[in-house]
């Protein structure tokens, strides 16, 4: 029988390359085809983990065919890689040597890892709905930055700021019917969305997430979308505490947007003037508000329960 070994695999649109951090199978190039990848995977012993950085869409084959053979699958964070590759002195930035990188890294810290498991079809066709959503809302905000000190093209501007919302409203309607196809995500929807504040963006988007990831406690969901403030002390320094900002951008910028209109409702305003009042910026208040409308949305979906404005205001 033969034993687990640890792969890493660097993947782009065409190509997967990969490396044993063992050397017990040798270094390859192979076709991001589902033949070739299976093949190959075929040859692996069972048990054997293989871990890739999240790009777009080009690891979800692999991925999707290492763990339907039955190994352990690792999707990484792009960020955590390259810092390990710092921390490891990675002089050279290559394909083949960013895989044997990331076998390295499964091979030392796959017990810190969390195993990757397949979204449903339906959870994918949402995840890409919200992520061409938040693509678009993007580029519409770079345009308007950037062209709306043009006095000459302010008529262009608008006119393509308005296909713009009818591009973003359209990708809004087809993930509210996605959602509204399944009787329990629908009810899990409408609870979300009885959450002042919560509309159908940010309760579609936060909908989404919790359907996939299943996490244990409500400050695991805060630092999964990377709203958990990060520590910088050394001896007698007390640094200025940052966010990690190690989850979905594009929900974390929805959650501070749900912020925004939430200090100005009757339930959440309360909660918004004690962070000031303690001495924070309006930034600072609205990021504490954004945490408290995730542990929120976080202990209604997993315990199935409505939305109490006196919960808020004990808080």
């Known amino acids: 029988m033969q034993t687990p070994v640890d792969i890493g695999a660097d993947i782009s649109k065409d190509y997967v390359n990969v490396s044993c951090a063992t050397h017990v199978f040798p270094n390859a190039k192979l076709l991001n085809r589902r033949a070739v990848l299976l093949a190959w995977l075929k040859r692996l012993p069972a048990g054997t983990r293989?871990?890739?950085?999240?790009?777009?869409?080009?690891?979800e084959l692999l991925a999707s065919l290492a763990h339907r053979l039955g190994l352990v699958v690792y999707v990484l964070n792009a960020k955590d890689v390259h810092h390990y590759a710092k921390a490891t002195a990675q002089r050279a930035k290559t394909d083949r040597v960013d895989a044997a990188l990331i076998a390295r890294y499964v091979a030392k810290e796959h017990n810190q890892l969390h195993v990757w498991y397949p979204a449903c079809p339906a959870q994918r066709q949402l995840q890409r709905l919200m992520r061409r959503r938040g693509k678009l809302t993007r580029t519409r905000a770079s345009l308007r930055s950037s062209l709306q000190g043009v006095p000459s093209l302010r008529s262009d501007l608008r006119a393509l700021l308005k296909h713009f919302d009818s591009l973003i409203a359209k990708l809004d309607t087809q993930a509210r019917a996605l959602v509204s196809?399944?009787?329990?995500?629908?009810q899990a929807f409408g609870r979300l969305d009885d959450i002042p504040a919560v509309g159908n963006a940010v309760?579609?988007?936060?909908?989404?997430?919790?359907?996939?990831?299943?996490?244990?406690?409500?400050?695991?969901?805060?630092?999964?979308?990377?709203?958990d403030p990060r520590a910088d002390e050394s001896g007698t320094r007390h640094g200025r505490r940052r966010?990690?900002?190690?989850?979905?951008?594009?929900?974390?910028?929805?959650?501070?947007t749900a912020a925004m209109s939430a200090s100005r409702t009757r339930v959440w305003a309360p909660l918004y003037q004690r962070a000031i009042a303690r001495g924070l910026s309006r930034v600072q208040a609205l990021v504490v508000l954004a945490r408290h409308i995730a542990r929120t949305a976080w202990s209604i979906y997993t315990h199935k329960t409505q939305f109490e404005p006196a919960r808020v205001q004990n808080s």
């Open 50 to 59: 293989i871990g890739m950085e999240a790009t777009a869409t080009y690891h």
């Open 181 to 186: 196809r399944n009787v329990e995500r629908e």
């Open 203 to 227: 309760g579609i988007a936060l909908l989404a997430t919790l359907e996939r990831w299943a996490l244990p406690r409500a400050n695991s969901f805060v630092a999964f979308l990377g709203l």
């Open 243 to 256: 966010l990690s900002k190690r989850g979905d951008p594009e929900l974390r910028r929805l959650l501070y």
